[in-house]
């Protein structure tokens, strides 16, 4: 087995991400604390600039009408069975650095699995935009950190740099989509699979 840690991709847009960070964090808090969370997301105004002309591809495929329409269903099914309603989210100009940048902020400080559930809960609970940099200042708030940093993360360009960083692992862990799950040489893709990482995970330990 790889000396590498045992990790999980997840994104703050992804209905799928938000059930397995549910069912991770309820029913396998002992797995949670001990893997590594690495953020996975469609780069923004800002990463997409930085990294427009390097020979990083990522892997997103636009999503198509009939898709979206699916996931609308399959997620609504999901969540009634574990007894959650969606309040889903609409967004007009969707720019997923805002979010995800703030994140690595609140991980500096030890509280990313707290702001990624208040970031949850806003978007997929409470139906806000998480590309409105208010609604991230407000998640940073009640995460117990500085809201206008937070909300702001997009402008600094340190945390920038860190964040073009973070969208080059995808390509060098052979991440393709969210929910994704590894650990040593398995890969787990889809929030079904999560039983499974949860019991390789365990099993090592």
């Known amino acids: ?57 990522l892997p997103y495929v636009p999503m198509s009408k009939e898709k979206h329409l699916y996931i609308l269903q399959d997620v609504k099914r999901l969540a009634t069975e574990r007894g ?7 967004d007009p100009a969707p720019d997923w650095d805002i979010a995800h940048l703030g994140w690595l902020l609140a991980e500096d400080a030890g509280r990313g699995r707290e702001y990624v559930g208040h970031v949850y809960r806003a978007r997929f609970e409470h139906g806000l935009d998480i590309s409105e940099r208010s609604v991230i200042a407000a998640v940073g708030a009640e995460t117990g950190l500085d809201p206008d940093v937070v909300g702001n993360a997009v402008d600094d360009p340190a945390v920038l740099a860190r964040g073009v960083e973070a969208l080059r692992t995808l390509g060098r862990d052979g991440v393709f989509g969210v929910p994704f799950f590894l650990h040593g040489a398995d890969r787990f893709w889809g929030s079904d699979r999560l039983a499974g990482f949860v019991a390789s995970v365990r099993a090592a330990a």
């Open 1 to 57: 087995m790889s000396a590498e840690p045992a990790r999980w991709y997840f994104s703050l847009r992804s209905p799928y991400s938000w059930l397995a960070f549910r069912e991770l964090t309820e029913n396998a808090p002992d797995v949670a604390e001990r893997i590594e969370w690495r953020p996975y997301w469609e780069p923004g105004g800002a990463t997409a600039r930085l990294l427009a002309g390097t020979d990083v591809r």
């Open 84 to 90: 959650l309603t969606v309040a889903w989210p609409v």
